[in-house]
C-alpha cells in the first residue's frame, strides 16, 4: 500500500460525506466490479438451475446466501484500483481459491447476517484478520461509523427490491394495449416459468447495486483508517521532505558548481583587475537557509490547518435532552417553606408521604396497564376478518354500495322476474342486455343475501378476487368465469355464444340463491 499513489484526496470526512465518495468511486471503477461480481454468481446460478429447475428457490436462496463471498473479488480489485496497483499480475487460480477460502466458515454461518457486512469486509480479505484479533481490529474500526454501515445494508437492500420491481414493471410496460393478456392469470398458470424469471431478474439487479454496496462499505473503512493513522499528515510530511530533497539536490549541485568555477579560476593566469571588470555582476548562490524557511512556513501552515479541524479539534454535538449539573452549595443554602418544616416536624409523616407515593405509583401502572389492554383488544377486534368476527358483523351492518364500476345495484333497477327478462334478452338476440342482467344480479345477491364486503370503488378483478376470499369454491368458481366473459364483452367485445348464455341463466338463480 503506498500512499503516494491514493487516487483521492487523504482528507478526514464525515461518515455521509464517506459514502458519497464510495459511489463515486463506483462509478469510476464500475465494470470490472460489476463484472466480477456477475460472473460467479451466474455461475451459480445457472448451475443450480439446471440440478434443481423443479425447486427455483434452491438457486435463488443459494444466490443471496453467498453474496458476501461475491463481494470479495470486487473489493479487492477496488483496492488496487484505488492505490494504483496492478491487479491482473496478482490475480491467478490460487489467489482467487485463497481470496475466496479464507475464513468461509464464519463469513457464511454467525457473520451472514451482519448489516455491517459491506464495512467489516476489508478487515478479512484485506487485513486478512479473523478470529480474536479480527473481533478487536473490528470493534476499534466500527467506532463512530457502525451505524452508517447498517442504514447503507438497510437502504441498499430496499434499492434491490425496487430495481427487480422496476424491470417487472418494465416488461408490462412494453406489452401493447392492443393485447388482451390476463398478466396474472398467467402467473397462475405458469408458476414454475414465472419464478425462474423472477429470480433471473433478482440475481440482475443485485448485480447491479452491489459495486455500490461493497464501494461504499469500503469507502468508510478508508476513511476510518485516515482518521485512525492520520494518513493526511503522514502524506504532507512526505510532500516536505520530497521537497526538502530537491532543495538540497539544488544546493549540492550549486556548491559543485561554485567549486568547479574556483577551481578553473585558480589554473588561470592572475588578472583580478579583468576578472572584476568581465563578470561584475556574479549572481550569489542561493541560500539554503532562506530554501529552508519557505519549506517550513508552507509546512507549517497545512499542519495547523489540520491540527485546528476534527479529530484533533472535538466538537461535540448533543442532540438529546441532558438534566442541568446541580450547584450543591446552593442546594443546601435554599431556606424551606415554614409550613413544610412543621410537617416534617410531625411523627410518621415521612412514612405517610412514603406510603402515598406509593399508591399513586400503583394507581398509574395499573392505569397505564388497563390502557394498552383496551388498545389491544379494539386491536384486535379490528383486524380479526373471519366470518362471523365483530368485524365481519360491522362490515356487514354498514350501508350497502348501490353503484359499482358504474352498474346500478338497487332493487328497482332489476326486474322482478329474473330469468324471464333475462330469456326474452337471449330469444330477442340481445345477449349484451341479458348478460349485463346476469352480472348485475349477481353483484346484488353477492352484496344483500351473501354479505360479500364490496364496495363502489373496486373493480371487476377485485369483486373476483374479494368473492373468492369469502365464499365457496362452486360460487366463486361460477362468479369468476362470468367475470371473464362480462369483461370480454364489455371490453373486447366478444360476445359469447347462445349456449353459453342459456347455460350461465339457467344456473345464476340456483348458484346465487342465500
Given at each position: ?10 482528507e478526514?470526512?464525515?461518515k455521509w460525506?464517506a459514502?458519497?465518495?464510495g ?25 443450480m438451475?439446471?440440478f ?10 443459494t ?7 461475491f463481494?470479495?473479488?470486487p ?9 494504483n ?19 468461509l466458515l ?17 478487515i ?5 484478520q479473523?478470529?480474536?484479533k479480527?473481533?478487536k481490529?473490528?470493534?476499534l474500526?466500527?467506532?463512530?461509523c ?27 410496460l412494453?406489452i401493447?394495449q ?11 398458470d ?13 440475481v440482475?439487479?443485485v ?7 461493497v464501494?461504499?462499505?469500503f469507502s468508510?473503512?478508508?476513511?476510518r483508517?485516515?482518521?485512525l493513522e492520520?494518513?493526511?499528515l503522514?502524506?504532507?510530511?512526505r510532500?516536505?521532505?520530497?521537497k526538502?530533497t ?5 544546493q549540492?549541485?550549486?556548491?559543485s ?9 585558480l589554473?588561470?593566469p ?5 576578472a ?22 508552507d509546512?507549517?501552515q ?8 476534527p ?11 441532558q ?14 417553606p415554614?409550613?413544610?418544616k412543621?410537617?416534617?416536624?410531625i ?6 408521604i ?6 399513586i ?5 395499573v392505569?397505564i ?5 383496551f ?19 360491522k362490515?356487514?351492518?354498514q350501508?350497502?354500495?348501490e353503484?359499482?364500476?358504474g352498474l ?24 349484451r342486455?341479458?348478460?349485463?342482467l346476469l ?25 373476483s ?5 369469502h365464499l365457496?369454491?362452486e360460487?366463486?368458481?361460477?362468479f ?29 338463480v340456483?348458484?346465487?340463491?342465500p
Amino acid at each position: 500500500m503506498n500512499l503516494t499513489e491514493l487516487q483521492i484526496k487523504a482528507e478526514l470526512r464525515s461518515k455521509w460525506q464517506a459514502i458519497d465518495l464510495g459511489i463515486a468511486m463506483a462509478k469510476r471503477w464500475y465494470l470490472p466490479m460489476f463484472l466480477s461480481w456477475l460472473i460467479p454468481a451466474v455461475i451459480i446460478f445457472t448451475g443450480m438451475n439446471i440440478f434443481f429447475w423443479e425447486s427455483p428457490w434452491v438457486a435463488i436462496l443459494t444466490v443471496w446466501w453467498l453474496k458476501p463471498l461475491f463481494d470479495r473479488l470486487p473489493l479487492f480489485l477496488l483496492s488496487r484500483y484505488l492505490f494504483n496497483e496492478a491487479t491482473f499480475k496478482q490475480l491467478n487460480l490460487k489467489s482467487l481459491f485463497k481470496l475466496y477460502c479464507f475464513d468461509l466458515l464464519s463469513a457464511l454461518t454467525w457473520r451472514r447476517l451482519d448489516f455491517r457486512r459491506s464495512f467489516s469486509l476489508a478487515i478479512t480479505i484485506l487485513e486478512k484478520q479473523k478470529g480474536l484479533k479480527r473481533s478487536k481490529r473490528y470493534s476499534l474500526l466500527q467506532q463512530g461509523c457502525g451505524n452508517a454501515a447498517t442504514w447503507l445494508t438497510l437502504v441498499l437492500v430496499h434499492l434491490e427490491m425496487l430495481v427487480c420491481l422496476g424491470f417487472i414493471s418494465l416488461i408490462i410496460l412494453f406489452i401493447p394495449q392492443d393485447i388482451n393478456w390476463d398478466f396474472f392469470r398467467t402467473i397462475l398458470d405458469n408458476s414454475l416459468l414465472f419464478e425462474h424469471i423472477y429470480n433471473s431478474i433478482y440475481v440482475v439487479s443485485v448485480c447491479l447495486i452491489a459495486p455500490f454496496y461493497v464501494a461504499c462499505g469500503f469507502s468508510l473503512y478508508i476513511n476510518r483508517r485516515i482518521e485512525l493513522e492520520a494518513w493526511d499528515l503522514e502524506l504532507i510530511f512526505r510532500h516536505s521532505m520530497e521537497k526538502r530533497t530537491e532543495g538540497n539536490a539544488l544546493q549540492a549541485t550549486v556548491s559543485s558548481l561554485a567549486a568547479i568555477c574556483l577551481s578553473a579560476s585558480l589554473l588561470l593566469p592572475s588578472t583580478p583587475v579583468q576578472a572584476e571588470q568581465t563578470y561584475p555582476n556574479t549572481a550569489k548562490p542561493v541560500d539554503p537557509v532562506f530554501i529552508e524557511n519557505i519549506e517550513s512556513v508552507d509546512t507549517k501552515q497545512e499542519i495547523l490547518s489540520i491540527l485546528e479541524s476534527p479529530p484533533f479539534v472535538i466538537e461535540k454535538q448533543v442532540t438529546e435532552w441532558q438534566l442541568k449539573p446541580t450547584d450543591h452549595e446552593t442546594d443546601s443554602d435554599m431556606d424551606l417553606p415554614e409550613w413544610l418544616k412543621n410537617l416534617e416536624d410531625i411523627d410518621g409523616f415521612s412514612g405517610f408521604i412514603k406510603g402515598a407515593a406509593l399508591v399513586i405509583e400503583i394507581a398509574i401502572w395499573v392505569a397505564i396497564a388497563l390502557l394498552v389492554f383496551f388498545l389491544l383488544k379494539s386491536l384486535v377486534e379490528n383486524l380479526d376478518l373471519r366470518p362471523g368476527s365483530k368485524r365481519t358483523s360491522k362490515i356487514t351492518t354498514q350501508d350497502k354500495p348501490e353503484v359499482i364500476m358504474g352498474l346500478v345495484l338497487t332493487t328497482e333497477s332489476l326486474p322482478n322476474d329474473i330469468e324471464a327478462a333475462m330469456s326474452t334478452a337471449i330469444n330477442d338476440g340481445d345477449n349484451r342486455l341479458a348478460l349485463s342482467l346476469l352480472y348485475r344480479y349477481s353483484l346484488y345477491q353477492l352484496i344483500h343475501h351473501h354479505n360479500v364486503p364490496l364496495e363502489n370503488w373496486h373493480t371487476e378483478y377485485e369483486c373476483s378476487a374479494i368473492v373468492a376470499q369469502h365464499l365457496n369454491n362452486e360460487l366463486s368458481q361460477f362468479f369468476t368465469t362470468l367475470t371473464l366473459i362480462w369483461q370480454q364483452q364489455a371490453y373486447a367485445h366478444i360476445t359469447p355464444d347462445m349456449a353459453q348464455m342459456k347455460k350461465l341463466c339457467s344456473s345464476v338463480v340456483e348458484v346465487m340463491k342465500p
